[in-house]
Structures are given as C-alpha cells and as structure tokens.
C-alpha cells in the first residue's frame, strides 16, 4: 500500500490505541454492569459503601409517609393538601429537607419562587401520561413576572378556592 494509506490508518490505529490504554488506568477495576445491566446499575460497586456514609437530609424517602409525619404538627394543612391536586407531592419539595424538624430548623423554609412550579406546570410541547394530571401554562404569557403564590394557594391550587 501507498504512504497516503498508511498514514491515516496509523494515526487511527494510534488514537485506539491511546484511549484504551487511558480508559486501563482511568477507569477504576470495579467499574462496570451490576445485576440490572447497563440501563440502572452501571457504576462503581465500590461508590455503594461511600453513598451509604452520606449524611440523610430528607425525611420522606419515597414511601409517602411525609403527609402523616408532618400531619402529627400541621394536621389542618396536611389534611387540605391531600384532598386536593397537590397531596402526590412530598411537603419537603416546597419545604426543603426535614430530617431532623422541628428541632433543627425549628421552623422550614418555603420556597415561593415561581420557578418551583414551573418545573412541574410548564406547558411541554409534547404529550405525557402526566399531562392529564398536572396542568401546565405558558409561563412568558400566563402572568408573567408574578410569583404563582400571589394568585394561588400551593396547598390547595385551584383559584377558586382562594
């Protein structure tokens, strides 16, 4: 073959070369698919140990146990929050962390931003189970630079009921 081959086949060859020998002392040995396969258990199998170790800050951990925890303290609140478009969604979204409330924090804070609600009820251009669920607005048309709070109630969101 002629060098105009040989060449560029070479650099290639090189390139491969020097990202496997890269990825052999970058990649940690433990690294690979656990038992789920790529999709959900591709990681560290060390990295398991060291999440472990951190600190918990939230208290509802996915079991739905938020509303009766904070309902043993805000039983009104809870109980209205429940009944109506907002009772899937954890007290500590809006809140923030509450492992150890009331003790520390004494009191949560409230996040009022309209951003919040915006990650749910942006209107997405596209069509999902959820949409059904969770009404969504334009957020440059349906009243721009307000925060939602001023017009509706996060525990009970239906502007009527303000």
Not at 12 to 34: E, T
Not at 92 to 115: F, Q, T, V, W, Y
Not at 128 to 146: C, F, L, Q, V, Y
């Amino acid at each position: 073959m002629k060098n105009h081959v040989w060449r560029p086949l070479l650099v290639v060859i090189a390139l491969v070369v020097g990202i496997l020998v890269f990825r052999f002392f970058y990649v940690p040995n433990d690294f690979g698919s656990g038992e789920y396969g790529f999709m959900y258990s591709f990681h560290r199998q060390s990295n398991v140990g060291e999440w472990k170790e951190q600190p918990l800050m939230y208290r509802d951990t996915g079991t739905h146990k938020m509303h009766e925890t904070c309902g043993e303290c805000h039983g009104e609140e809870v109980q209205v929050r429940t009944e109506d478009m907002h009772g899937i969604i954890s007290c500590e979204n809006c809140h923030g962390p509450a492992l150890e409330h009331p003790e520390n924090p004494e009191k949560l804070g409230i996040d009022r931003s309209r951003e919040l609600c915006l990650r749910c009820h942006t209107d997405l251009p596209y069509t999902t189970s959820e949409r059904k669920r969770i009404p969504g607005i334009d957020p440059a048309e349906h009243n721009a630079g307000i925060e939602c709070v001023d017009c509706h109630n996060p525990h009970n969101p239906r502007l009527e009921d303000m």
